[in-house]
């Protein structure tokens, strides 16, 4: 475990966070006060930031998981027939 202060972090942050990610604790200080912690990522956080981002999500269950059983995505279907887009946007684009 090491301790840093603010302005020597700031200065090699780079440095402090690949010691984060090979596993040792930094202790980060203001004043001789400790204010944070840097640590390694825990074994059951993704490598990817949206996976990470996403499983948060769940946990504090601001998203709910799909419950399809198939695993396959649904088939889109469309919102209107071709013919009657495009009738559409002839006529939004009548006044141009």
Request: no cysteine; hydrophobic share 40%.
């Amino acid at each position: 475990m090491r301790a840093v202060g603010l302005k020597v972090l700031k200065n090699r942050l780079s440095e402090y966070i690949r010691l984060a990610a090979g596993g040792e604790t930094i202790l980060v200080t203001d004043r001789d006060r400790v204010v944070a912690e840097l640590v390694p990522p825990s074994a059951t956080r993704g490598d990817v930031l949206h996976d990470v981002l996403l499983a948060e999500g769940v946990r504090k269950g601001w998203l709910k998981p799909p419950l399809m059983s198939s695993g396959e995505i649904p088939p889109r279907l469309p919102v209107k027939k071709f013919k009657i887009l495009m009738k559409d946007l002839e006529k939004d684009r009548e006044d141009r």
